[in-house]
């Protein structure tokens, strides 16, 4: 659990510090794109001007990826597509917390499942004991054992979804 909590911070980290250089870069920084017509009628693109092509466009990207004159994200092929659909390393995040969030149910339904196993085991009467620090078996009384049952009960209750009596 504290791997995955180190890989999410990382992630976390990352995604930031990609977050603060895109916004030091400014406009100035555009992008040209020359788009031209082939010899053969094939379109082309090129970063440098070419020198014998036909009806020759000039594109500039922005540092973000929009286009300077146009306004809309380059790349934008669906007008219905999601702009605020989610990136890679935002996926990724969000399926990390979704495994974190797993582990922890499970290993809360653990937690619960072994509350409920001392409980029964208080239930069933008999010589309840606990091993003392030196190894050696101290034996309950009903009043301890009583104790037992109630604290058992409490967590069950603070800790279960469903708690059983």
Same mark, same amino acid.
Request: positive net charge; contains cysteine; proline residues 1%.
């Given at each position: ?33 020359? #788009?031209?017509?082939? &010899? ?6 090129? @970063?440098?001007?070419?020198? +014998?092509?036909? %009806?020759?466009? =000039? ?17 934008k092929t669906d007008a219905n597509q999601d702009v605020n659909a989610q990136s890679a390393e935002e996926q ?8 974190? #969030?797993?582990?922890? &149910? ?6 619960? @499942?072994?509350?409920?196993? +001392?409980?029964? %085991?208080?239930? =069933? ?36 979804a469903n708690p059983t009596t």
């Amino acid at each position: 659990m504290a791997y995955a909590s180190k890989i999410n911070t990382a992630v976390k980290l990352l995604i930031s510090t990609a977050c603060m250089l895109m916004l030091s870069m400014n406009a100035s920084q555009a992008i040209q794109v020359y #788009k031209s017509i082939g &010899a053969h009628g094939e379109v082309k693109y090129s @970063q440098h001007a070419p020198q +014998n092509g036909k %009806n020759i466009e =000039v594109i500039e990207f922005r540092s973000d990826g929009r286009q300077n004159n146009a306004g809309q994200l380059a790349g934008k092929t669906d007008a219905n597509q999601d702009v605020n659909a989610q990136s890679a390393e935002e996926q990724r995040v969000a399926q990390l917390e979704a495994r974190i #969030k797993e582990q922890e &149910a499970q290993a809360n339904a653990q937690r619960c @499942q072994s509350l409920r196993n +001392n409980l029964t %085991n208080l239930n =069933v009467g008999g010589r309840i004991y606990e091993m003392d620090a030196s190894g050696k078996r101290q034996y309950l009384d009903g009043r301890e054992i009583e104790l037992k049952r109630e604290r058992v009960q409490q967590a069950i209750n603070q800790y279960c979804a469903n708690p059983t009596t």
